[in-house]
């Protein structure tokens, strides 16, 4: 069926088919897909740009202050780790600090058998609290494998506290 199109106040005269209904336009009524490049179609047709078919975008070049602690993890800083629930009648816990042999500790330090420095660190660790006052053995004890455990290691008794992922 012939169709006739209008081409008055056109610079150009060419016929163009859309490519999804097949309809004739005039040449300039046809545009690209923006998802399909090289697929021109009537204004009906075109589909808006999917922003998945874009390139992703580029991140942001953001620079935390101090995004790292400027000591190492086991340094006191600057207080205590507060502990809500209070745990035989602690209200504040030492910083865990790797245990070591032949050392005092006080009621409320805490230790982790691990050397935290060390590039081997099994995660999670485990936290160990100091709940009766000592000296520590020159071997270390052997420690509990589950929270809620005890470990006598000279003078000290540790208490398993819970198992600790470092950040």
């Given at each position: 069926m012939p169709i006739f199109?209008?081409?008055r106040?056109?610079?150009k005269v060419a016929i163009g088919i859309c490519a999804r209904c097949s309809i004739k336009f005039p040449y300039d009524e046809l545009f690209p897909d923006p998802n399909y490049p090289g697929l021109y179609v009537c204004e009906d047709d075109r589909d808006q740009l999917d922003p998945y078919r874009l390139p992703a975008r580029e991140t942001e070049d953001i620079t935390l202050d101090h995004a790292?602690?400027?000591v190492k993890i086991d340094s006191p800083g600057?207080?205590?780790n507060l502990v809500a629930d209070p745990l035989f009648d602690l209200t504040?816990?030492?910083?865990?600090t790797t245990w070591q042999p032949n050392t005092p500790y006080t009621r409320g330090a805490s230790v982790t058998p691990q050397n935290i420095d060390s590039e081997a660190v099994e995660l999670?660790?485990?936290?160990m609290v100091c709940t009766t006052a000592?000296?520590?053995g020159v071997?270390?004890?052997?420690w509990p494998e589950k929270p809620g455990q005890y470990a006598t290691d000279g003078g000290v008794t540790w208490f398993f506290y819970y198992g600790v992922y470092l950040v």
């Open positions: 199109l209008d081409t106040g056109r610079a790292r602690p400027d600057a207080s205590p504040e816990i030492g910083y865990r999670p660790q485990q936290w000592g000296t520590s071997s270390p004890p052997a």
